[in-house]
């Protein structure tokens, strides 16, 4: 299943941090009066962009967004390390300093309709699509389908992670009724060695470090996800 990924750009956020700076006093030699001087406030320039995990596409994508956008005192990208996609969106609703923020088209339905954040529409705005991720179910040996996670442990990565949402999505729309536990990838890749969890989720795009230099263990595998009616729209 592939998912279109966008950035979100937060309108009230961008105004205030377009506001003229304000005046600052200067200290004054001694025996002279305080001088008042207008001073270039640099959060005039500054954008905050909410990234994601350590382990993810996200927050490469952002790291690279803020070497190539970087413009001296003209602007100035600061990607920030975060919980992914569905935490990427209330981080741009909620915190301070979040300005634009990489997330996945499903994710505002989610808001939609599990949040009733009814509004969402008005109060964030689409810039750009950047890539497509891919969802990943990566097993033990002894798991052969996706049927087969039904009552067994699996991951699906931190809390606000791509995976909670997406994951979910699939399994659910599947029927199957695994035990989802939340935790990060690399607990979860160890747990998988002990037989402790059956399979993890990763939502993710291309390139990623947790496969590219995961050393594998033999027979563990990755599973089919299988396009049918269920997953159509």
Known sequence: MRLGIVALCG????AEAMLP????TLPAAVGQAPVRASKP????????LAGGLLEGSFIRYAADLAKVLDDGDNLRVIPMVTYGAVGNVKDLLD???VDIAITQADVLDHFRRDLKVTDIGKRIQYISPLYFAEVHVYARPEIKSLKELSGRKVAFNTPGSAANLTGKVIFDRLGIEAERVLINNAMAIEKMRTGEIAAIVHVVGK???????????????F???????????
Do not use: Y
């Open 21 to 24: 700076a304000a005046a600052q």
């Open 223 to 233: 599973l089919p996800i299988e396009f049918g009616q269920e997953l159509e729209d």
């Open 207 to 221: 390139p990623n470090d947790l496969f590219a230099k995961l050393k594998n263990k033999p027979g563990f595998h």
């Open 95 to 97: 915190l301070r300093g």
């Open 11 to 14: 309108l009230t956020l961008l």
């Open 41 to 48: 406030d640099p959060n005039a320039w500054t954008v905050g």
